[in-house]
């Protein structure tokens, strides 16, 4: 019997892959994975926070009121264009409006938690009618009333509890940021379906105030002036508002849909108001 002992072939125990290009595909699926997670996280986060209490979302809250500026004339007059607006959408009982005024130049106005309404000078010295300010307080009370705040401080804050299961340092920076005071106190990002949901509601509450919705043409068309005056740098109200043709257009498909005119008489807003916010237009 012949007994042979071939020599293995060169290179047996070497891969025959690309070491990086197996990494790569690792490195891919983890993404992928993790990118699926915190998709579920954020959508689980944004579909059960709207349950919680408006009471739970009010104490969440009273944590960072007291860093407003106290009430004045125009803060006066902002909460009655509101408690009109409150009265048109029929809000849940126990939800309250509160709307603050900060006196600076920023071009922006923003809902967040408990039901707090913020307005910045710079916003309302631009306005050209009381009708085009209801259509904005509607729009931000909408927010409330569709419970958009706390479903979308409920996403970051889901976000960040998984980012710490990566990162601790990532993940505790971000959700640190999401319950401090300075989180709370700026503008959150609401997504394209919030916006168009709060449209719609604004939309329907100023028809019914007013009995057509003259003043909302008169929004966008603000927005789309500080877009174009903003190219580079995005104005505050188009980052937390973001503005597309679509949104422009859905004011005259609402208004055919419900046969409402688009067009009426406008109110000016009272002279002192103008007065106090005339820095907006310097």
Request: aromatic share 6%; proline share 6%; net charge negative.
């Amino acid at each position: 019997m012949e007994y042979l002992n071939p020599q293995p072939p060169e290179g047996i125990n070497v891969s025959q892959t690309n070491p990086l290009l197996d990494f790569l595909r690792l490195l891919a699926a983890v993404l992928l994975i993790a990118a699926i997670v915190f998709a579920a996280l954020a959508l689980l986060a944004d579909k059960l926070a709207k349950y919680i209490p408006f009471e739970q979302e009010l104490e969440i809250s009273s944590r960072f009121v007291g860093e407003f500026p106290a009430p004045g004339p125009v803060s006066a007059y902002l909460q009655q264009i509101a408690d009109r607006v409150v009265a048109a959408q029929e809000l849940p009982a126990g939800m309250r409006i509160q709307v603050h005024y900060m006196d600076n130049s920023t071009v922006n106005a923003f809902a967040t938690l408990g039901g707090n309404v913020v307005f910045f000078r710079g916003l309302v010295g631009k306005m050209p009618s009381e009708n085009a300010l209801a259509m904005v307080m509607s729009h931000e009370i909408a927010h409330v009333k569709l419970r958009h705040p706390i479903s979308t401080f409920g996403r970051g804050l889901a976000i960040g509890i998984a980012l710490t299961m990566v990162s601790a340092g990532t993940g505790s920076d971000i959700a640190g940021r999401t319950l401090g005071n300075a989180g709370l106190l700026t503008a959150l990002t609401f997504s394209r379906s919030q916006e168009s949901a709060a449209d719609a509601d604004a939309l329907r509450t100023l028809a019914g105030m007013y009995g057509h919705i003259a003043g909302a043409e008169e929004v966008f068309k603000l927005l789309h002036e500080e877009s174009v005056r903003g190219i580079g740098n995005l104005p505050a109200v188009l980052r937390s508002h973001p503005l597309d043709q679509d949104r422009i257009d859905s004011i005259a498909r609402a208004a055919e849909a419900n046969a409402w005119a688009l067009q009426g008489p406008t109110q000016p807003l009272p002279e002192h108001i103008r007065r106090l916010t005339a820095k907006a237009k310097e």
